[in-house]
């Protein structure tokens, strides 16, 4: 499938290395932490029993930690980047078809190859096929809400799915999480593991979200937002959208309390 790219932009620095060429090895970029949501935000509730009450430790990364995981095709099967059809029994699942796609970079804007993309997300009423979730929306038969993938040579990945729809949670009487999907990213080292979510332009919930707004930068806010990507729609079939992925550095994604990767 051609999709059409678009370039991200990013704040990171190069490092020289031998010759003058930019290092691919070595520490990660310092994390910049005011850009970061604080640990413990009373808004988001459950941040209040599980933030740390202590100051943070700063550690070199060990050999480890800056190179690996490495992934193989071998692992993926051929419906692990296709939700529509991957649980599907009779017939397809209910609700909007939607192209997800984008680019996953590292903190010097350099694609990051080979790298495993595992997304997980409610069906289109709301619902997580999963035993702890009891939100009256009905379970979709045909959906199982979740899969993988990995980048291309370019940092390319896609997937298709249904768009999943809002819900309600616990935080206060009337809290409704805003459609999303969530990612988990492991990037070229340990170092990098992103986990994340990709919320939908448009969407009015976002504006109201107790857990969006944990996220202190409104830059920072927008990079977690997926433009509708008309160009890369499939005609009489599919609207797509956009999420390209930063791994460190200023122009990281992230999301919440969580500081993996960033």
Excluded at 74 to 101: F, S
Excluded at 119 to 134: I, V
Excluded at 194 to 218: A, S
């Amino acid at each position: 499938m051609n999709v059409p790219t678009r370039t991200s932009t990013w704040d990171g620095q190069n490092l020289p290395g031998p010759g003058g060429a930019p290092d691919t090895q070595g520490e990660f970029f310092q994390r910049d932490r005011a850009m970061h949501p604080p640990a413990y935000a009373p808004i988001y509730k459950t941040s209040v029993l599980r933030s740390p009450r202590n100051a943070l430790l700063s550690l070199h990364g060990s050999l480890s930690e800056i190179t690996g995981p490495v992934f193989g095709h071998n692992e993926i099967g051929p419906l692990d980047n296709d939700l529509i059809r991957n649980y599907a029994k009779d017939g397809d699942p209910i609700g909007e078809r939607i192209l997800v796609h984008g680019r996953v970079l590292d903190e010097s804007g350099r694609p990051v190859p080979n790298t495993l993309v595992e997304f997980w997300q409610a069906n289109a009423a709301g619902r997580y096929r999963h035993k702890k979730d009891t939100y009256l929306a009905p379970i979709d038969p045909n959906f199982g809400g979740c899969g993988r993938t990995l980048t291309d040579e370019t940092g390319y990945y896609f997937f298709r799915t249904v768009k999943p729809g809002p819900y309600p949670w616990r935080n206060y009487v009337n809290s409704w999480r805003p459609a999303h999907i969530h990612f988990s990213i492991f990037g070229s080292g340990f170092a990098q593991r992103l986990i994340t979510q990709m919320y939908f332009e448009g969407d009015p919930l976002i504006k109201v979200c107790p857990i969006v707004h944990t996220v202190p930068d409104e830059d920072a806010i927008d990079r977690l937002i997926a433009p509708l990507d008309v160009n890369a729609a499939i005609p009489g079939d599919m609207l797509a959208y956009r999420f390209d992925i930063v791994l460190r550095g200023r122009r990281s994604t992230l999301f919440e309390n969580r500081l993996e990767g960033n």
